[in-house]
């Protein structure tokens, strides 16, 4: 007797206890994209406190996904740039809710001498604590990928240097607005153009030439590709260049006149500086004069040695900045 009496009270725990689980299970929240969470406590704020941690670790878990789909750039001295899937997130992040007063209690339940709750949490609600810093290195990274389509190599590589230095608090921030909001897809496709910006800059490393134009190869001609370039990193042409810039060197023919002191000479230069894509980067006509005495004016080759003497070619400043900025 006292057997079937011990039985009928545990059948009935149990059928009450499936009861107010059923009755929890069947509650649900504002909106089906809402997080929902059930927390037990011994009186109503612990039971809330414990669903706010559940929504917490929903969130973390949510973090770790999005993270381990990350990719790395992982570049070599050379510049040149392996791609590869890699997982460097701590997986064991904890997200605290800070902002309690956006979880609601949309059931409350007594189950004994425990307190059930069943909380809701609106996505939105749930992006607020990460979404300004979010949105700031969004920018940010936004304007140093723009800055990258630029065709100066220098703007190229501080743009990827910069975008570098905000990618890892980009991707922690979007890792929480992605994961809790599956939908957002403005951290993908940044994202996307982070990797796209990284495997062009390593093909645009690889490929960058400075290629040289020049009418006429003498002594001006050398004087001036030894003050600017080391000649092994100059390559002739440049009609169809991809990356790069292409400098014409236009060497005028010697002009002389007779003056009592002697002869004065004048070689004239014009050096245009384009990029591979055609635009007009920098033009500049300079000229070496010298007093010659020399019988034959009209010997070509004399009279360039003979100007040289007097001193090199004067280059302008500006452009010798210019063209190693451009020199990679």
């Known amino acids: 007797m006292l057997l079937c009496v011990g ?35 011994e009186n109503y704020s612990r039971a809330l406190h414990y669903a706010a941690g559940e929504i917490g670790r929903q969130i973390s878990s949510s973090v770790h996904v999005v993270s381990q789909s ?23 992040i904890s997200v605290k809710v800070e902002n309690l007063q956006d979880v609601h209690v949309v059931k409350e339940l007594k189950m004994g001498d425990q307190t059930a709750v069943v909380a809701c949490m609106h996505r939105s609600d749930a992006i607020k604590p990460y979404w300004p810093n979010y949105e700031k290195y969004e920018k940010q990274l936004s304007r140093s990928i723009e800055e990258y389509k630029a ?26 607005v992605k994961g809790i909001d599956p939908s957002n897809t403005g951290f993908d496709l940044l994202n996307q153009e982070y990797f796209k910006m990284q495997k062009d800059f390593s093909r645009f490393r ?18 001036f590709v030894h003050q600017i370039f080391d000649e092994s990193k100059v390559k002739k042409g440049g009609d169809a260049c991809r990356y790069g810039i292409v400098i014409d060197f236009n060497q ?11 002869n004065k000479c004048t070689i004239p230069v014009k ?8 635009k007009d980067i920098y033009s500049t006509e300079v000229q070496l004069t010298a007093m010659v005495n020399t019988p034959d004016h009209k010997d070509e080759k004399s009279l360039e040695d003979a100007i ?14 210019l063209l190693r900025e451009w020199e990679l």
């Open 7 to 41: 039985c009928a009270t545990q059948s009935y725990v149990d059928v009450k206890s499936n009861q107010e689980n059923s009755e929890i299970e069947k509650v649900s929240c504002p909106s089906p994209t809402d997080l929902r969470a059930v927390g037990f406590g």
């Open 70 to 92: 990350r990719k790395t750039s992982l570049r070599d001295t050379s510049g040149q740039e392996n791609l590869s899937s890699s997982y460097d997130v701590n997986s064991t």
């Open 151 to 176: 065709d100066e190599p220098y703007r190229k590589m501080n743009a990827v240097i910069d975008a570098d230095s905000l990618y890892e608090r980009f991707f922690y921030y979007g890792s929480f």
């Open 206 to 223: 690889a490929e960058y030439t400075i290629y040289l134009n020049a009418n006429r190869e003498g002594a001006v001609y050398s004087n």
């Open 252 to 262: 005028g023919p010697p002009q002389c006149s007779d003056s009592f002191v002697g």
């Open 271 to 278: 050096i245009d500086v384009r990029s591979c894509s055609g």
């Open 308 to 321: 040289l003497k007097a001193g090199p070619l004067q280059i302008p400043s500006e452009l010798t900045r």
